[in-house]
């Protein structure tokens, strides 16, 4: 039987407890999440991809995490879309779901989980996983989502998006980690980028613990429990068929499927409720998206291994 990790996964909740605790503190200003999830996407994330990235194996098998993120994007848009005319669901709350349920928190949550549960060696997966197919999608499906639909409807061009997603911090660094893989740091620079990218996980989990809000009328129950059911149950049986497709590594298997149980990203989540589309409905289903992850993704763990 496979040992979980409990040290790893009792000091991610320790971080997540600190950061619902701060929320009590009246000189904590209201957007502290936003400060530090700014830290964490132009600093400390792309530290950890220049010190992981050069680990990676290349192999054709990494078409995986590649296509994955995209593959179930495409499921869970036709499943939400289906369900959603099924059950008479309002305009806002189709295209809100639309948004949020096919984008898992693959880093804010998803580094540190992968990171507490399958140690180090798994991150590279994770990375690519993520940058080139969460972050991207984010960048690019859901912006344009919001922008047709919302009530406060903005008119970013394809141009402004294909500008935002190049100049990402995160991604410039995949890229330059990618050009110098066959190189190595200076001895101070490692030792920096190793520090910086250190503060990731307890940044992040205090910064998601601080933004938790739970809000929900009766007439909500019905979509948040069909967007968790997607988000912790489906989502990851139907990466588990993608990756049993064809014959990949245990490890790489994994990962991916792992990641892809992750819930909801905050940050879809956030561009959902800035464009006006059932604000109430996706704070409650991201907020106890996060916190029933730490009973499914332990779960989703025992069930891989």
């Keep these: ?19 619902l605790l701060l929320r009590l503190v009246p000189a904590m200003p209201p957007d502290s999440a936003r400060a530090l999830n700014a830290y964490v996407l132009n600093v400390a994330l792309p530290a950890l991809v220049l010190l992981k990235i050069p680990e ?12 994955t993120p995209w593959l179930l994007l495409l499921m869970v848009a036709a499943l939400t879309l289906l369900v959603g005319h099924w059950l008479h669901w309002s305009r806002d709350t189709k295209v809100a779901l639309l948004i949020v349920l096919p984008l898992g928190n693959t880093s804010f949550l998803g580094f540190p989980m992968v990171e507490a549960f399958w140690g180090s060696a798994h991150m590279p997966v994770a990375i690519i ?16 989502l919001a ?14 998006i294909v500008r935002k997603v190049l100049s990402s911090p995160p991604l410039l660094a995949l890229l ?13 620079a490692t030792q920096l980028l190793n520090n910086v990218a250190a ?13 938790l809000r739970f809000r929900l009328q009766a007439s909500e129950l019905k979509p948040l429990g069909f967007g968790l059911l997607v988000t912790l149950v489906l989502m990851p049986l139907m990466a588990y068929a993608i990756a049993s497709s064809s ?23 956030a561009i959902a409720i800035m464009a006006g589309l059932a604000p109430r409905l996706i704070s409650a289903l991201v907020g106890f998206g996060v916190l029933l992850s730490f009973l499914t993704l332990p779960v989703v763990f025992w069930l891989l291994n």
């Design 1 to 19: 039987m496979p040992v979980l990790p409990l040290d790893n996964y009792a000091l991610i909740l320790g971080y997540l407890a600190i950061g």
């Design 56 to 67: 990676l194996q290349f192999s054709s098998q990494l078409w995986l995490p590649v296509l």
């Design 129 to 144: 996983y993520d940058q080139l197919g969460s972050f991207i999608a984010l960048a690019t499906y859901a912006t344009i």
């Design 147 to 160: 922008s047709l639909y919302g009530q406060q409807q903005s008119s970013a061009s394809m141009q402004a």
């Design 176 to 188: 330059l980690a990618l050009m110098l893989r066959n190189s190595s740091y200076p001895a101070l």
């Design 199 to 211: 503060t990731l996980v307890p940044v992040v989990m205090i910064a998601v613990g601080f933004s």
């Design 247 to 269: 014959a990949v590594d245990t490890s790489l298997r994994q990962t991916v499927v792992f990641m892809a149980a992750m819930p909801p990203m905050i940050s879809a989540g």
